[in-house]
Nanobody
Framework: QVQLVESGGGLVQTGGSLRLSCAAS????????LGWFRQAPGKEREFVAA????????YYEDSVKGRFTISRDNAKNTVYLQMNTLKPEDTAVYYC?????????????????WGQGTQVTVSS
């Protein structure tokens, strides 16, 4: 049974940092691309960052480039999202997701497995 469990969300002031974690089980972690998506109230779920399994490439949504970093620890079956210089517009529920694809991994529909989400709130 595939499980993705996010943690690390919370309330932080503008300019602060948070580190999200996503612990995975039920599949071969090293052979899966991992992504982070977010959904703000009244908006669609959007791509934030992804890590490809076959070449270690990482991809970012433009608004988080230079502020967020995705990383993975294959030994711990865990993917992380380090978020620095947070802004109020980063407020959302953040979801971890997994896909067997190694390309086209910015697309939400290409992910088969999802976590339950963790709330990130950035106060102004």
């Amino acid at each position: 049974q595939v499980q993705l469990v996010e943690s690390g969300g919370g309330l932080v002031q503008t300019g602060g940092s948070l580190r999200l974690s996503c612990a995975a089980s039920g599949f071969t972690f090293s052979r899966m691309s991992l992504g982070w998506f977010r959904q703000a109230p009244g908006k669609e779920r959007e791509f934030v960052a992804a890590s490809s399994w076959d070449n270690d490439n990482t991809y970012y949504e433009d608004s988080v480039k230079g502020r967020f970093t995705i990383s993975r620890d294959n030994a711990k079956n865990t993917v992380y999202l380090q978020m620095n210089t947070l802004k109020p517009e980063d407020t959302a529920v953040y979801y971890c997701a997994a896909t067997a694809l190694s390309r086209v991994i910015r697309t939400r529909q290409n992910y088969a497995y999802w976590g339950q989400g963790t709330q990130v709130t950035v106060s102004s």
